[in-house]
């Protein structure tokens, strides 16, 4: 694209979730723009990669930037609830605890409620503060209703996500994004053309010889990079050594009842099982370094615990975790897996693809690359990314396993230094130190590092306002309150068939 000259044509070079996402998501912010055309090229043979199948709450802001209808998105995609994950022999073998969405408790004069908690605990009170936590209550019954927006409601308390088919949420986003203009294009990349002058993408030459020239150029092709990694030269950053599983299974098993509305981590000796329940099946798969755990105990463990029969047979996938020392370069922005991949433990690779979409909307070009934009553009990406490494991070580094060489491995090894300060900070005193574009709330931060079994040693003297005997008062009236509420909603299933069950598939 040269000079001044105003973007008119944007190409998005691969479909799955990133392609269609960025789609329908440009097809409604540029619906009103005169003569910006949106084609979409992807092949058929080229399968998806259908791990990320469970999300976390943002994804409403983008179902609202859509302006889709949440119960018939729901029944498009089989989806069901999202009220956190549990996880399941990661502190050690046997031990479980649920990273829920939504807040812990009420807020009670300047600290925040986790502090009075910390206070009782060291007084003598054994309340885990999953008591405390409502979205926590309802996901261990099985229960589920959207949460109040009357803030004096301990409804108000919750949030949620959802579990949906991959495939057929990026079949629900193709048929938003064509009816809004957006053309698809059949055919495989064979050569991505660059302009001789300025060295940005000119075109896309398909293996039919079909030639697709554009302004702007969005890669979604995957691990592959066609685009940003192999044309451009855009390098890679590797995080293995802090996130060393490098491999992944995926399989389809059959329906099981909706009694748990939250994903499930499962650690074995060398990476961890994933299950999340959809309405017409659910969604396995083992994440594991090949290092220290063959593909054949991987897909022995992964088909021998299974809840239901598998529908297919295993997906290998391999992966090396780390992200593009660029995410936007010359006039190319990658989104998903051709601009970095976090393994999908906390369920954010559908977020980062959602956060490279807006980002580009509130940053998008009128006339030309603007070097300022892109600089700042790949700073908050960059951001964001370090973020949430360090929250995965977080979950390998502190355990007490040591029954494996991987868990030894992971429980010694060098932490960054942005992580090593936050566990330093809560261990003392019980503070969660904020860092910008930190994605997860403090109270996920919270359930992880006490899940983990990070204790403080200490709590914000702000806290020490409240006597003993109130605060114990108080702290029974607040679980009662979260018990009594949680027993009180419509569980899982029942809640689907009221509002929005999904036909059988076909």
């Not at 043979?45 to 990320?52: M, P």
């Not at 209808?69 to 649920?98: C, D, M, S």
């Not at 996130?243 to 099981?256: E, I």
């Not at 659910?282 to 299974?306: H, Q």
């Amino acid at each position: 694209m040269n000079g001044e000259a105003p973007v008119r044509s944007i190409v998005i070079a691969g479909g799955g979730s990133a392609g269609w996402m960025a789609a329908a998501a440009l097809s409604r912010v540029l619906g009103g723009a005169d003569h910006v055309s949106i084609t979409l090229v992807e092949s058929e043979e080229i399968g998806i990669v259908g791990v990320g199948e469970a999300t976390i709450p943002p994804i409403q802001a983008f179902n609202g930037i859509l302006g889709i209808n949440n119960e018939e998105f729901i029944r498009a995609t089989q989806a069901t609830f999202k009220l956190g994950i549990e996880f399941v022999n990661w502190l050690r073998p046997g031990h479980r605890y649920l990273h829920p969405f939504g807040a812990y408790g009420q807020p009670v004069g300047l600290a925040p409620f986790h502090q009075h908690w910390l206070r009782a605990r060291q007084l003598g009170d054994p309340v885990g503060i999953e008591a405390y936590s409502l979205t926590t209550q309802a996901a261990i019954r099985g229960r589920f209703q959207r949460p109040s927006s009357d803030p004096r409601s301990v409804l108000s308390t919750m949030a949620y996500a959802y579990h949906f088919d991959a495939a057929l949420y990026a079949k629900y986003l193709r048929a938003y994004a064509e009816a809004r203009g957006v053309v698809r294009r059949e055919g495989r990349i064979a050569q991505v053309n660059l302009d001789g002058e300025t060295g940005d993408i000119a075109s896309l030459l398909l293996d039919d010889g079909g030639v697709i020239a554009g302004d702007l150029f969005i890669d979604c092709t995957g691990f592959r990079s066609l685009l940003l990694g192999q044309a451009l030269g855009v390098g890679y950053e590797d995080w293995s050594r802090w996130l060393p599983c490098n491999s992944a299974l995926a399989v389809p098993s059959g329906k099981v009842p909706e009694d748990t509305p939250y994903t499930r981590s499962t650690a074995w000796g060398a990476g961890w099982q994933w299950r999340i329940p959809l309405q017409h099946r659910t969604g396995n798969g083992m994440v594991y370094c090949n290092s220290y755990m063959a593909d054949a105990e991987a897909g022995d463990i992964l088909l021998g615990n299974l809840d239901s029969p598998a529908l297919a047979q295993p997906m290998q996938l391999r992966f090396t975790t780390g992200r593009r020392t660029k995410f936007w370069h010359r006039n190319c922005v990658a989104a998903g897996l051709s601009s970095g991949f976090l393994e999908p433990l906390e369920s954010t690779s559908i977020h980062l693809i959602q956060s490279s979409i807006t980002r580009l909307i509130t940053s998008f070009p009128r006339a030309r690359m603007s070097p300022l934009l892109q600089a700042e553009y790949n700073r908050q990406m960059g951001n964001e990314f370090e973020r949430v490494r360090d929250f995965l991070v977080l979950h390998y580094s502190a355990t007490e396993r040591d029954d494996t060489p991987f868990w030894r491995y992971c429980r010694t090894m060098p932490i960054p230094d942005s992580l090593a300060e936050k566990i330093a900070l809560f261990r003392e005193s019980g503070r969660l130190l904020e860092r910008p574009h930190d994605l997860f709330w403090e109270s996920s931060w919270l359930a992880v590092l006490l899940g983990q079994g990070i204790e403080p040693t200490g709590h914000d003297p702000m806290a020490d306002s409240v006597p003993p005997a109130e605060l114990d008062r108080m702290l029974r009236a607040m679980r009662k309150t979260i018990a009594d509420a949680a027993e009180a909603l419509p569980t899982q299933a029942d809640y689907i068939d009221r509002y929005c069950r999904a036909a059988p598939p076909a």
